[in-house]
């Protein structure tokens, strides 16, 4: 099945980042998610135990992005993406963690890392 849920834009306050200064003073992460999932039963039933409910996934993806302190973008993508696939039983999963505000020295939009699960 090719049946996806999308969530754009969860954001969340983070402490991650290989500087001291990130882990201490923290910022703003955004994350995009994807998930990939057989919903014809909640196609037919229009029942929500039938389907991925994204309310809750987008709660958890916050709950991630402000729990733990990782040094870079992609393991806090690696474990969003661990923990929807086993929490929601998703067949797989896109995530996109956004660093808007990288310690980077130069005008730039985002920083992001996408990975696929």
């Known amino acids: 099945m090719s049946d996806q849920i999308a969530i754009t834009g969860i954001r969340g306050f ?6 001291e200064e990130e882990k201490k003073n923290g910022q703003e ?3 995009d998610i994807r998930i990939t999932a057989d919903l014809s039963d909640a196609g037919r039933s229009d029942q929500i135990e039938s389907t991925i409910d994204y309310g809750k996934v987008a709660i958890r993806v916050k709950e991630l992005i402000e729990s733990d302190s990782f040094n870079l973008i992609e393991r806090l993508a690696e474990v969003i993406a661990e ?6 039983q998703a067949e797989s999963v896109e995530v996109t963690v956004h660093k808007p505000n990288a310690p980077v020295d130069l005008d730039f939009e985002d920083i ?3 990975i696929k699960r």
């Open 83 to 88: 923990s929807v696939k086993k929490e929601f």
């Open 14 to 19: 983070g402490f991650h980042g290989l500087f």
């Open 29 to 31: 992460f955004i994350v």
């Open 112 to 114: 992001s890392v996408t």
